[in-house]
């Protein structure tokens, strides 16, 4: 059985760390704060990659700095056999400009399958109640959103 493109894991109250796992390589996102509307804006930008964005952009706050995540489409994903490339990037100064971030992780994966599996994570995350998961509203909407772009594919 293969590894997930990506996992949640709950780290302690307000913090989750993000583990990719891509071409053989893993990278993990640490101390990312959930106490922003963090697993929402995975969500969002899994929707971003599933509806065929050539590009999206997403950024986590770890106080005091953040990560940065951007995807790039490999090719059209219409026919539900994209790719996307993803990058990570740690920024030495959080004020710097985007360009001067430096670049911790890139690796290939499926459009569909790292959609699916944010979906499938951010769900399991958020319905468990241990989690404490009550400082932003609950991301229904793109969670429906995102379910709905991927059963798409399904038909």
Known sequence: ?????LSIVDEAAGWISIILNMENKQFVLTSVSYTTDAIGDLVRWG????????????????????????????????????????????????HAPTSEDDLVFRGDCGALDLSAAILSEAKAFLDKPETGWTTCPYPKSAIHALEAALASFAR
């Open 1 to 5: 059985m293969s590894r997930k493109v």
């Open 47 to 94: 929707l971003q990659i599933a509806a065929g964005a050539a590009q999206a952009n997403l950024t986590f706050d770890r106080e005091p700095a953040v990560w940065r995540m951007h995807a790039e489409s490999l090719f059209n994903i219409s026919d539900g056999a994209g790719a996307v490339q993803i990058s990570v990037y740690e920024p030495a100064d959080i």
